[in-house]
């Protein structure tokens, strides 16, 4: 029995070496910034020095922004924005922050500390934002990303990356697909050329002259100033 007992034991310390529970810290605070600790109804106001745990919820009003120290990532939290702080643990070679995004937008520095792999996650009700060492605004729809990779999934199991100077959205007109980088950009193009200000289709111009051994019916004319 007593073999058992400290084999229990050094299980027990094992685990507790291996997952350690983290605290953010407000680094900077501008306006009206307040948060709701795990098990508390009633808000308190941030100010620079405040360390909070996991399951805290973060509330900016208007006009009102933060900087949190997330570990060794840094979270801009813009005006009119609700977070919860999910999880910050290190657990084994492992940073683990997971957010989620209620409303508003945030602006995510995720920097990896020296001997350790950072997993970070910012959810929001349509799509999870998940980054190894970048640097991305997100709003829960759009993405942006500034340095790194992101990759945006959504329940349904689509999966879509932005690289550096690349962005993504989720189109909520349909069925919240997220759409890939290469199609917004795409969008965004202009022709090179610009069509002919007096193009006429099926009918002759000034001065051209039909061919007589073509079919009438088929003539096509197009003409430039």
Do not use: H
Not at 165 to 171: A, T
């Amino acid at each position: 029995m007593k073999s058992i007992l400290v084999c229990f034991g050094l299980c027990i310390g094992a685990a507790a070496a291996f997952s350690q529970d983290l605290q953010a810290r407000f680094v900077e605070v501008s306006g009206r910034v307040e948060i709701r600790e795990a098990g508390s109804s009633g808000w308190k106001t941030a100010a620079p020095g405040l360390s909070v745990g996991g399951n805290t919820v973060i509330a900016t009003g208007f006009r009102s922004s933060a900087v949190i120290s997330l570990g060794s990532s840094r979270l801009g939290v813009r005006p009119l924005t609700m977070l919860t702080l999910e999880e910050l643990t290190q657990r084994g070679g492992t940073e683990e922050t997971s957010l989620y995004l209620r409303t508003g937008r945030v602006r995510a520095t995720v920097d990896r500390p020296a001997g350790l792999a950072v997993d970070f996650k910012v959810r929001s009700p349509t799509v999870t934002a998940s980054v190894r060492g970048t640097s991305f605004e997100f709003d829960g729809i759009n993405l942006r990303v500034e340095n790194g990779l992101v990759l945006l999934a959504s329940p349904k199991g689509q999966k879509v990356y932005a690289a550096e100077g690349q962005r993504s959205r989720v189109d909520k007109s349909n069925q919240n697909r997220i759409v890939p980088p290469f199609e917004l950009e795409t969008a965004l193009l202009q022709p090179l050329i610009p069509e002919p200000a007096d193009a006429v289709i099926g009918a002759a111009l000034p001065g051209i002259s039909p061919d007589p051994g073509s079919d009438p019916g088929t003539r096509i004319y197009i003409g430039w100033p």
